[in-house]
């Protein structure tokens, strides 16, 4: 019977596009199962979907317009596209949304209610009184109480990494309306981890020696502190219902249904499901995640299929990694800082490069950084230079020396202790140290090409030469089937350049290519020039989108602010201040206000009166040396000179514009929000960033001054 090993990555959250940070603990999975699939001994099924429900879905569908069905959708599509573009190939691929899933998670929780370990408490929890909502766990922010993190969700501290329960949080406050929630009571469903605590811990001590050294030190830190009772449920609509009578109107919490959805995304999938996941005699499962994600899958996953006494398959082996970050700083595709998925895609650069680098540089016990300068060098010395200098100068040669043909074997290079470190680093799912391992053995290769100079053998011990080739030739072989894991494309144009017929398996290590003619040799990567890792860098920098964005905040500010003009009808100096004007204004209408401008020196009373000005109508009024202040006008400054900005043939109430962006709010705004912009006077026209000051009349600047408006 062939051992069965069950892999799964964990699910990503559809509610943007995955990036590489994210691609980590998905490639890891993939590897590991194509290594699997190297094995003839081995049956594997690797599992992949989509994490779709809780509280991150109804957050982003509302940004989108969308309903949480639609916004799912819409990220689904795009998640399963990205994948797909990096070649992951898992057996079984769903979404937590899916029937199967709901019929299990209920199954499951009815499992552990009749087994005794399902309580409802009455708890205290936050309410928003604007939004007149209880409020989830990720809609609530607040200081962790354990490392002080300012930005702690209500279920989970990033910072720490501690999983919290809101009413924890110091200075909470609902993301809903962003005022401070008050606490009223609601009744919810808890999963009791105390009395499965001691099933737990015999769980963890027999399966130590498999768990990643981060994913064991989580685990036993939440042991050692002792386990308590956990709400499942969530005042949520979009989720999986719970099936008992009084929570109509709330779900399952979502790390409550996502890992289930494993199992359902299997069911989804195969008819022999139950093969794979309620038999933990036959079947070992290997679970791939980031370290945010360890205590669901080493205590509230395991505790849930314990709890149920169904007899399911429980996790045998963790491999958690940490975190890749991008250059300086963190993936933000809002910010647009990073590569994501379908960044990767638009940049040229082949899937295989991208799968190398993250395999290559996977956090397997530290943070790790991708860096455009490396990932060049990672392309251009190690992909280029040495596996695809060997590849192609080999077969080069022989096409253009030996007419493509190559002879037996009579003197081989030993390299059996590389191949088996290989392999035993993929078992022990050391994927970093086995691609290392696979590139000296290529440089390895590359030696003993240079070192036998078969550009001299040719002609002066031709039989010397063939061996050499040939031997070169059954390495190259040997490294597609053990590159096949990591970059399965790259293995495929190899064996096609070879224009043989071996299988990617061990097997085939054993077997020998002898006799042959080779196919046509190609390049299998193109350098990554420096001019291109120029524009990568700056185009992912979030430069880009810092521009767009701050077009998009002045807009937004521009319509925030009401400009009229305004007529002056009387001015006066200001008792207790040498270089203000106190101006009685025609504002239209019949309406008139008093303004303080710092106008003494640039113009005398006389000249004021009768001036056709712009006035920031909605500004909130405020006392300058005592006189209440209803509004501001502009003027143009340059260097010491000050000049107002008049409409001489306008007439009072007359609305001013930028580029005819409308008005959206009557509200009054603060100075600071005024000069959040920067408004200019040019040659041109006026103009505030690239929007430029428009009316029904001609706007004149008075003395014809350049520079800042104030």
């Not at 309306?177 to 499965?196: A, E, M, N, R």
């Not at 504002?587 to 005398?604: F, K, P, Q």
């Given at each position: 019977m062939k051992k069965k090993i069950l892999v799964t990555s964990a699910l990503p959250y559809v509610n943007n596009v995955p990036h590489l940070g994210t691609m980590v603990c998905i490639l890891s999975a993939d590897v590991y199962t194509r290594f699997l699939r190297l094995n003839p001994e081995i049956e594997s099924c690797s599992v992949l979907g989509t994490d779709e429900h809780g509280t991150t879905t109804e957050t982003i569908a509302k940004e989108l317009g969308m309903t949480p069905q639609e916004a799912v959708d819409h990220f689904f599509k795009i998640h399963k596209e990205v994948y797909e573009w990096f070649n992951c190939d898992f057996d079984c691929f769903g979404r937590t949304t899916s029937p199967e899933n709901i019929e299990i998670t209920q199954n499951i929780f009815t499992r552990l209610k009749e087994n005794g370990f399902?309580?409802?408490?009455?708890?205290?929890?936050f309410y928003d009184q604007e939004a007149k909502k209880f409020l989830s766990d990720r809609f609530i922010e607040g200081t962790c109480p354990h490392c002080k993190y300012e930005e702690a969700r209500g279920d989970q501290c990033e910072s720490c990494g501690k999983l919290l329960n809101?009413?924890?949080?110091?200075?909470?406050?609902?993301?809903?309306?962003?005022?401070k929630p008050i606490i009223k009571k609601t009744k919810h469903l808890f999963i009791q981890l105390d009395k499965l605590q001691p099933k737990l811990e015999q769980f963890v001590e027999k399966r130590a020696n498999y768990w990643s050294d981060n994913a064991l030190t989580t685990t036993n830190a939440w042991l050692k502190e002792g386990l308590r009772e956990r709400a499942i449920t969530r005042d949520l609509k979009w989720g999986i219902p719970v099936p008992e009578k009084g929570y109509e109107d709330k779900v399952f919490y979502v790390w409550f249904d996502a890992p289930i959805g494993y199992i359902a995304i299997t069911k989804?999938?195969?008819k022999d499901w139950k093969e794979w996941w309620h038999n933990p005699e036959n079947v070992k499962l290997v679970q791939f995640m980031g370290k945010d994600n360890t205590p669901f899958h080493t205590i509230l996953f395991p505790a849930s299929l314990?709890?149920?006494?169904?007899?399911?398959?429980?996790?045998?082996?963790?491999?958690?990694?940490?975190y890749m970050n991008y250059e300086n700083l963190k993936f933000s595709k809002s910010r647009g800082i990073g590569v994501f998925g379908d960044n990767a895609k638009e940049t040229g650069i082949p899937a295989d490069a991208w799968r190398y680098y993250i395999i290559m540089n996977r956090p397997e016990t530290a943070d790790t950084r991708f860096m455009w300068k490396d990932f060049q060098e990672k392309i251009n010395h190690e992909l280029v230079g040495n596996i695809g200098n060997l590849v192609n100068r080999t077969l080069t040669f022989i096409k253009k020396f030996c007419d493509g043909k190559i002879k037996e074997i009579k003197k081989p290079l030993i390299y059996e202790e590389e191949i088996k470190e290989i392999i035993n680093s993929y078992e022990q799912i050391e994927l970093k140290k086995a691609i290392k391992t696979i590139m000296?053995?290529?440089?390895?290769?590359?030696?003993?090409?240079?070192?036998?100079?078969?550009?001299?053998?040719?002609?002066e011990n031709p039989q010397r030469a063939h061996n050499t080739l040939a031997v070169l030739i059954n390495l190259i072989k040997d490294l597609s089937i053990l590159l096949q894991p990591i970059m399965p494309l790259t293995s495929e144009a190899i064996k096609k350049q070879l224009n043989a017929t071996y299988e990617f398996n061990l097997e085939s290590l054993n077997t020998k290519?002898?006799?042959?003619?080779?196919?046509?040799?190609?390049?299998?990567?193109?350098k990554l020039e420096e001019k291109q890792v120029t524009e990568f860098q700056e185009k992912y920098s979030g430069k880009q989108q810092k521009t767009e964005e701050k077009n998009k905040i002045s807009e937004k500010t521009l319509s925030s602010i009401d400009l009229r003009l305004a007529k002056i009808i009387a001015v006066e100096k200001h008792p207790e201040a040498d270089k203000l004007y106190i101006e009685k204004l025609d504002c239209g209408n019949g309406e008139e206000r008093t303004i303080v401008s710092g106008l003494v020196g640039h113009y005398t009373e006389e000249e004021l009166i009768g001036k056709n000005i712009i006035l920031v109508y909605n500004l909130k009024p405020a006392k300058l040396r005592g006189i209440l202040s209803q509004?501001?006008?502009?003027?143009?400054?340059?260097?010491?000179?000050?000049?107002?900005?008049?409409?001489?043939?306008?007439?009072?109430?007359d609305k001013i514009t930028f580029?005819?962006?409308?008005?959206?709010?009557?509200?009054?705004?603060?100075?600071?929000?005024?000069?959040?912009?920067t408004i200019q006077s040019k040659e041109n026209g006026i103009f505030a960033e690239d929007k430029e000051l428009q009316t029904n009349k001609k706007i004149k600047v008075d003395k014809n001054l350049i520079g800042k408006i104030k």
């Amino acid at each position: 019977m062939k051992k069965k090993i069950l892999v799964t990555s964990a699910l990503p959250y559809v509610n943007n596009v995955p990036h590489l940070g994210t691609m980590v603990c998905i490639l890891s999975a993939d590897v590991y199962t194509r290594f699997l699939r190297l094995n003839p001994e081995i049956e594997s099924c690797s599992v992949l979907g989509t994490d779709e429900h809780g509280t991150t879905t109804e957050t982003i569908a509302k940004e989108l317009g969308m309903t949480p069905q639609e916004a799912v959708d819409h990220f689904f599509k795009i998640h399963k596209e990205v994948y797909e573009w990096f070649n992951c190939d898992f057996d079984c691929f769903g979404r937590t949304t899916s029937p199967e899933n709901i019929e299990i998670t209920q199954n499951i929780f009815t499992r552990l209610k009749e087994n005794g370990f399902i309580k409802e408490n009455e708890i205290e929890q936050f309410y928003d009184q604007e939004a007149k909502k209880f409020l989830s766990d990720r809609f609530i922010e607040g200081t962790c109480p354990h490392c002080k993190y300012e930005e702690a969700r209500g279920d989970q501290c990033e910072s720490c990494g501690k999983l919290l329960n809101p009413t924890e949080l110091t200075n909470p406050k609902s993301k809903l309306s962003g005022s401070k929630p008050i606490i009223k009571k609601t009744k919810h469903l808890f999963i009791q981890l105390d009395k499965l605590q001691p099933k737990l811990e015999q769980f963890v001590e027999k399966r130590a020696n498999y768990w990643s050294d981060n994913a064991l030190t989580t685990t036993n830190a939440w042991l050692k502190e002792g386990l308590r009772e956990r709400a499942i449920t969530r005042d949520l609509k979009w989720g999986i219902p719970v099936p008992e009578k009084g929570y109509e109107d709330k779900v399952f919490y979502v790390w409550f249904d996502a890992p289930i959805g494993y199992i359902a995304i299997t069911k989804a999938n195969r008819k022999d499901w139950k093969e794979w996941w309620h038999n933990p005699e036959n079947v070992k499962l290997v679970q791939f995640m980031g370290k945010d994600n360890t205590p669901f899958h080493t205590i509230l996953f395991p505790a849930s299929l314990i709890g149920s006494k169904d007899n399911y398959t429980l996790l045998d082996t963790i491999s958690v990694n940490e975190y890749m970050n991008y250059e300086n700083l963190k993936f933000s595709k809002s910010r647009g800082i990073g590569v994501f998925g379908d960044n990767a895609k638009e940049t040229g650069i082949p899937a295989d490069a991208w799968r190398y680098y993250i395999i290559m540089n996977r956090p397997e016990t530290a943070d790790t950084r991708f860096m455009w300068k490396d990932f060049q060098e990672k392309i251009n010395h190690e992909l280029v230079g040495n596996i695809g200098n060997l590849v192609n100068r080999t077969l080069t040669f022989i096409k253009k020396f030996c007419d493509g043909k190559i002879k037996e074997i009579k003197k081989p290079l030993i390299y059996e202790e590389e191949i088996k470190e290989i392999i035993n680093s993929y078992e022990q799912i050391e994927l970093k140290k086995a691609i290392k391992t696979i590139m000296n053995l290529s440089k390895k290769g590359n030696q003993y090409f240079q070192e036998n100079e078969p550009w001299k053998l040719i002609k002066e011990n031709p039989q010397r030469a063939h061996n050499t080739l040939a031997v070169l030739i059954n390495l190259i072989k040997d490294l597609s089937i053990l590159l096949q894991p990591i970059m399965p494309l790259t293995s495929e144009a190899i064996k096609k350049q070879l224009n043989a017929t071996y299988e990617f398996n061990l097997e085939s290590l054993n077997t020998k290519i002898e006799n042959h003619k080779i196919g046509e040799p190609d390049v299998l990567f193109k350098k990554l020039e420096e001019k291109q890792v120029t524009e990568f860098q700056e185009k992912y920098s979030g430069k880009q989108q810092k521009t767009e964005e701050k077009n998009k905040i002045s807009e937004k500010t521009l319509s925030s602010i009401d400009l009229r003009l305004a007529k002056i009808i009387a001015v006066e100096k200001h008792p207790e201040a040498d270089k203000l004007y106190i101006e009685k204004l025609d504002c239209g209408n019949g309406e008139e206000r008093t303004i303080v401008s710092g106008l003494v020196g640039h113009y005398t009373e006389e000249e004021l009166i009768g001036k056709n000005i712009i006035l920031v109508y909605n500004l909130k009024p405020a006392k300058l040396r005592g006189i209440l202040s209803q509004g501001m006008l502009l003027a143009s400054s340059q260097g010491k000179k000050v000049g107002l900005l008049e409409i001489p043939d306008g007439k009072p109430g007359d609305k001013i514009t930028f580029n005819g962006i409308e008005m959206k709010t009557a509200k009054e705004i603060s100075i600071e929000e005024f000069f959040s912009i920067t408004i200019q006077s040019k040659e041109n026209g006026i103009f505030a960033e690239d929007k430029e000051l428009q009316t029904n009349k001609k706007i004149k600047v008075d003395k014809n001054l350049i520079g800042k408006i104030k």
